[in-house]
């Protein structure tokens, strides 16, 4: 079984969805699933949107992989893909693109990333 770092460097190699990419590292293809995120799936609304904007902003890029080394069922990394300073994880959120996936993340700075959005996105301002 392969151990990578908690934090290492990595060249994008492919984007599957708004929140799967493959990178390399070492020469060897790692597949990432977003960590606290989740985006819609490709046939879904904005679905081709969150990839694109994946694309647009880290594809052919090195970018750092913040990992604790946690797979998922379908033994993708799972992972914080950070690239210029910037949490691509969170902009995907920022952008509207994605959700907090509670289900398997308590990070509460995505819940609350979230919400700003739903109320900007809906006027909802008096919540």
Request: one cysteine or more; a positive charge.
């Amino acid at each position: 079984v392969l151990k990578y770092p908690e934090d290492f460097t990595a060249k994008v190699i492919g984007v599957k969805d708004g929140d799967t990419i493959e990178v390399l590292f070492n020469k060897v293809p790692i597949v990432i699933r977003l960590e606290h995120i989740d985006c819609p799936e490709r046939r879904q609304p904005y679905g081709k949107k969150a990839k694109q904007f994946v694309s647009d902003y880290i594809f052919g890029k090195t970018v750092n992989v913040i990992s604790n080394g946690k797979k998922d069922r379908w033994g993708r990394l799972v992972a914080v893909i950070k690239f210029e300073g910037k949490n691509i994880n969170k902009e995907l959120v920022k952008n509207g693109l994605a959700m907090h996936f509670k289900k398997y993340s308590k990070d509460k700075s995505y819940s609350l990333l979230e919400q700003k959005v739903i109320k900007l996105e809906f006027g909802l301002n008096k919540m």
